[in-house]
């Protein structure tokens, strides 16, 4: 059965199997599954992610979350996004179906390389993608809200999707002024049409501490509809977030920001020793740079600029990034037609007839089943990204 055919399907989560554990989260427990009735040799998984109704906490909260997550994938068209393949529901369930990604997400892969961080040319191939996918995004109306690499999925072509939409939210499109004059390079940006793997020394990965958040004010913005919602991973919580001013589609610029920044060094730049400090450098604390300025540190310095109204991106949007130097040479309409991406994910596993588990025996039994990846993220030695932060209203 094809991909058309299975999103067309009605899922019955009686009729699926998990193969394996993907991922738990606050939102549920993502599975790798397939359909014993319509594809019996397993041929075609994807994934399924699972809401148990009674252990959501803030029940009413996470329930519209989990629904608006449902609504936002069921709009998506975009190679760089996640479709529905369908959904199912139960008196103890809400479940999800998205098309599986095999080559992990953004952080995995970073730590599979020399020194745990990309080449220039390597962060300039995923940072298109992910502004392409940001752009349609936006262009829809909606601001994601957590971006950071465990939300940058990579499909069986080696190509990225974002994942986990349950922050996301419906704003007011702006209206952009004028477009500027192109952005002034401070260094020159090689041209590059291929992309190709290499290590670079890094920083030293920060451990990582929660404490309460700041406190928050707010201050009235000049134009568009805004959020004053805090949300986000504190690492990638932008100013304006930490202060409560209200947000709007900037905050996805700053992400990308963060997102370049720790791909270039392996760390984040305003990782603190807890999220008290880390708040206080993302109010404070200028970005440090390693070596001679480059294009890409000209680019992720214009994403950092604290305050939204001057950071790059706000005047027109992805527009206006793309037109930075860093991306000289990128050929944005022919993107999808990249044949060999910087890393390739191994073939198709086969799973044998009949292979894995019942999704609700896991849930009963709460037991874990062997075949649970571990990810480096979860290592003791590499230490836990904060989780999302979310004080108030969704």
Not at 96 to 104: L, Q, S, T, Y
Not at 213 to 231: I, K, L, Q, Y
Request: glycine residues 6%.
């Amino acid at each position: 059965m094809d991909m058309e055919q299975r999103r067309c399907a009605e899922l019955d989560m009686d009729n699926l199997r998990a193969i394996k554990v993907l991922g738990k989260g606050a939102m549920g427990t993502v599975f790798l599954v397939y359909d014993r009735w319509l594809d019996p040799s397993a041929r075609c998984p994807f994934a399924l992610k699972v809401a148990e109704k009674h252990s959501l906490t803030g029940k009413l909260d996470a329930d519209r979350r989990a629904r608006w997550e449902i609504s936002v994938l069921s709009r998506l068209s975009h190679p760089f996004l996640p479709t529905l393949l369908g959904s199912c529901e139960t008196p103890d369930f809400l479940g999800w179906a998205v098309p599986f990604c095999p080559g992990g997400d953004l952080n995995i892969l970073r730590y599979r390389q020399t020194d745990h961080v990309f080449s220039p040319a390597v962060i300039r191939f995923y940072l298109a993608e992910i502004l392409c996918a940001l752009e349609h995004l936006h262009a829809m109306g909606i601001a994601y809200r957590d971006l950071k690499p465990e939300n940058v999925l990579i499909q069986q072509s080696g190509h990225v999707t974002l994942t986990d939409f349950d922050l996301s939210r419906n704003l007011k499109p702006r209206t952009f002024k004028p477009i500027p004059d192109p952005v002034e390079p401070r260094d020159s940006c090689c041209r590059r049409h291929r992309w190709t793997p290499s290590g670079k020394n890094g920083l030293r990965k920060a451990k990582s501490a929660r404490v309460s958040p700041m406190s928050r004010r707010r201050t009235s913005f000049e134009a568009g509809e805004r959020s004053n919602s805090f949300v986000g991973t504190e690492e990638y919580v932008s100013p304006e977030v930490v202060r409560g001013d209200g947000h709007e589609f900037a905050v996805d610029w700053w992400a990308l920001g963060i997102l370049a920044y720790e791909m270039l060094y392996g760390t984040t730049p305003f990782r603190g020793k807890n999220r008290k400090e880390t708040f206080r450098n993302i109010l404070m604390k200028p970005a440090e740079f390693i070596g001679k300025p480059t294009a890409l540190t000209d680019l992720i310095g214009r994403l950092l600029e604290k305050d939204p109204t001057r950071r790059l991106g706000y005047g027109q949007g992805a527009a206006e990034i793309k037109r930075h130097p860093f991306f000289n040479g990128v050929r944005w309409d022919l993107l999808t037609e990249v044949l060999r991406p910087p890393f390739l994910p191994s073939q198709e596993e086969e799973y044998p007839k009949e292979s894995g588990f019942d999704i609700k025996d896991y849930f009963t039994k709460l037991a874990l089943p062997a075949s649970l990846p571990s990810s480096p993220l979860r290592s003791p030695s590499v230490g836990e990204r904060p989780h999302n932060v979310s004080l108030t209203e969704f």
